[in-house]
């Protein structure tokens, strides 16, 4: 039997190169798939298929009725399906051997867009996982969406009407797994949406795939389906050849699509097992947090309150099951780590007591028939211990699933610690900011660094807002010190901060040697650097290192919107422009280095207006410290002295011959027992103090970190949107205050990785071999046989 289907794939599979049709169809394809993957390709510069497996379900929806059109209507219409079932052959082997050799040929045609990994990998560093599940995914899809076409082509001799009707019933399938679909299905008849989600959409069980994920229940899902459609074909044919099975035909197939149906949503709604192929673990629980659950001392118990099902938008249908896969790989690393699922209205005696602990229902909008509604629903998750006072999630969503695992163990390590570790954040201008800081804000400065407290607040630390003063010490139960733009920190604010570093505690120094002002001419923009009068390096010369007062210019560097108004006629109004300056630098993956914590998941950094750290080996050595570069500039990178005025385009271009232009560190990480500043040396006194201070008790040296960044603007309210700049902010908190071993567990579902800098000329290039160049090699190659086989009929009516 398998020679027999052996021997008709070969025919198929032979006749498919023989037609000009397939020609087209996989020319036509790969056109199509690449000119649309390729058009926003280098506008957003994600290093990733994600857009390219986002848009190919629909492709083959469209695309694969074009290729099973003719699998048996063409017999039908010419005849041949006679003599094809008049051989001494199965039903079930003309069906597989058609089957295989279609899946085949897409399978070709799929090959040819495998030039797109080959891109990616030689401008960036993607990620395989995904990719390999998103291929995975499309054979999958492929061979559901060819039996579906050719259970279509078996009851009819007219192709387009079998292209047509497969099309259809294809579309319908994807349409299924759409969220809007079902929850517009859900609103008309409660329920009815979701089952035909978790049934038969299609596009709702590729999507695991596309991020990386082998889901054995999508997995299920196409294979079942598509040993459905071929068992539909098999008694489509058995049907012409016995009357007696041609009676039972339409109860047959309505029972296998039954099944079907059935099976798919079974599947969907169990725990099966899931595989994930991504690079670093994205969807499997962290090392870390196997470490932090192998700690427990005593029992944690996690309760997740969540409404049920029946009421829960069609979104979050799926919700409690999501969660509690997580909840229960949790409890399997540790006996002591204990969970629940609760629905909060079963005691509604209790929604008094569980709002006074955080755990509060709040409203979702649904469709409910031809109008929006909202439901009032609970999605939150508690974490107790001990006798501390618990911590909650107050609501958890389907877009907070690749976060939840550090959500939960960042609450845990929390709880272990018995208090919300203290951070320490000095800005100019103190808690409230004041006028100091609305300047800054009106010349282009930082502000206040609010959405940086904000940010740590979000992390679950206690942060402090103070100036170092007499009346304001640093605390002793401080985890760390974070020091934003210092400007005159003057003699006795120095002497604190380096007590503070030498018992123990870390510090991280972000400073700022200049500003830039920019300026509208009729030209377009200017920009001139301002000096920020600062004694920084008074601060950490002694450390052997200095934060450079020379401006800093890259060739890698970033494009800023600037808003300026405009009148348009009576009217004024505000427009952005777009503005690159080589002093906006941007620092991606390549130039960090990746075996640290502080940069774990993150994917570029806006050194906005940073300079250069000029460290001093000699006396690092000397004093014993390790010293490790965290980021750097790129190799394009040159200085030049700041003057007053505008800067010349001479200036922001390049030196001839890339003469003074080399990778300088911009971020550095000081560890060891640093040294006393002021040994020998009376303590000195607070700024207005008529006389020297007393000397504090001595302290027992201890060793510590210090992070220095020569970039403040970094942590400023607008660029902290940026993502990268607030993760490794978040990062290097965490690294400092914590130990960083919670680090790789946010990391992980923030990992986005994009392409290094790309000339015009190389665009140009992986434009053309992404679009064109494989739809050239198959025209090329149809040529080419279609010359052969002339040659071939020509020599044998020669002969």
Known sequence: MLRDVLTLVRRELGAYFNVPIAYVYSVVFLLVAGGLFMTPFFLSGACSMRGFF??????????????????????????????????????????????????????????????????????????????????????????????????????????????????????????????????????????????????????????????????????????????????????????????????????????????????????????LPRFDLTEEGLYTVTPATRRLLARLEAPVRVTYYVSAREKLPTPMKDIARDVGDLLEEFAALSPRFRYRVVDPARAPDRLSALEKRGIVPFNTQTIARDALDIKTIYSAIEVAYLDRPPEVIPQVMPDDLGSLEYELVSRIHRLLLGRKPKVVLVTPGGEKGGMAALLRRMQGGGGDYAALAELLRGQGYEVVRQEIGPGSPLPDDARLLVLVAPERLGERRRYEIARFLRRGHPVLVAAQRLRYHYGEGRSGFSVSAVPVETDVDELLAPFGVRVEDRMLFDRRSAVLQMTRPRRMGIFSALVQTPVDFPVQVRVLPDTMDRSLSMTSGVPELLYLWGTALDLDRERLERLGLKATVIFRSSPEAWTAPHHLGPLSAAEMTPPAGGKGMASRPLAVLLEG????????????????????????????????????????????????????????????????????????????????????PVSDEAKAFWRVVVMFAVPALWVAGGIARAVRRRRRREACDGG
């Open 54 to 271: 986002g848009l190919l379900p629909l492709l083959l929806v469209v695309f694969i009725p074009a290729l099973t059109m003719r699998l048996w209507a063409e017999e039908r219409k010419t005849g041949s399906i006679a003599l094809l079932l008049g051989l001494p052959v199965p039903e079930a082997v003309l069906v597989a051997g058609k089957f295989a050799a279609a899946w085949l040929f897409s399978a070709c045609a799929l090959a040819g867009t495998l030039v797109i990994p080959l891109m990616l990998a030689v401008l960036g560093d993607p990620d395989p996982g995904p990719i390999l599940g998103g291929y995975l995914g499309a054979l999958l899809l492929s061979a559901f969406l060819i039996s579906l076409g050719m259970a279509v082509s078996a009851f009819f001799s007219d192709q387009i009407v079998a292209f047509i009707l497969a099309l259809l019933a294809g579309f319908g399938s994807y349409l299924a797994g759409v969220d809007a679909i079902a929850a517009f299905a859900d609103g008309w008849i409660p329920g009815l949406g979701t089952f035909l989600k978790d049934a038969a959409g299609l596009s709702s069980h590729f999507n695991s795939f596309a991020k990386g994920v082998v889901d054995l229940a999508d997995c299920f899902y196409f294979c079942a389906f598509t040993l459905v459609f071929l068992a539909v074909n098999v008694l489509t044919l058995a049907g012409r050849l016995r009357r007696r099975a041609a009676r039972g035909f339409g109860a047959g197939v309505a029972l296998l699509v039954g099944i079907g149906l059935v099976a798919g949503g079974v599947a969907k709604g169990m725990s």
């Open 673 to 756: 027992r640093f040294p006393d500043p002021f040994e020998g040396r009376p303590v000195p006194a607070w700024p207005g103090a008529n006389a020297t201070a007393a000397a504090p008790e001595p302290v027992e040296p201890a060793a510590s970190r210090l992070l220095v960044v020569g970039c403040a603007e970094m942590f400023s309210d607008n660029l902290l949107a940026n993502p990268g700049n607030a993760l490794f902010a978040a990062n290097a908190v965490d690294a400092l205050a914590l130990g960083g071993e919670l680090i790789h567990v946010r990391a992980k579902s923030q990992a986005l990785r994009l392409i290094g």
